[in-house]
């Protein structure tokens, strides 16, 4: 309960704050590829304004991400050694209870 609480108080007026500078910003924008021909018609994209600083907040997100998932590697992989050496090891134990119960079972009883 609280955390809807918590998450009604941030993103309301988050959301309330995007739709005013979505509508603020709807003037159109030249966004030029080319540095030394700002004028070519082939490397230039015209959308409004806030399309152009969402693609731009989406696009760090995703090199964002990407770039910790490849970070993150080598944990991944340390933790996927490791399950397979846990797995490994609860098979041997399994193996040997087994073992000593079998061994067990054949002792005379008293």
Known sequence: MAKKIVNLLIL???G???IVFCVANRQSATLALNPFRPDDQVLSLNAPLFVLLFAAL???MVVGAAVT???QGKHRRRARNQTQEAVRWQAEA???RTR???IA???PSQ
């Open 16 to 18: 309330i704050i995007l």
């Open 58 to 60: 989406i696009l760090g």
């Open 105 to 107: 079972g054949q002792l």
């Open 100 to 102: 000593a119960e079998q």
């Open 69 to 71: 998932w490849f970070n």
């Open 12 to 14: 309301l007026p988050l």
């Open 94 to 96: 399994d193996k040997h």
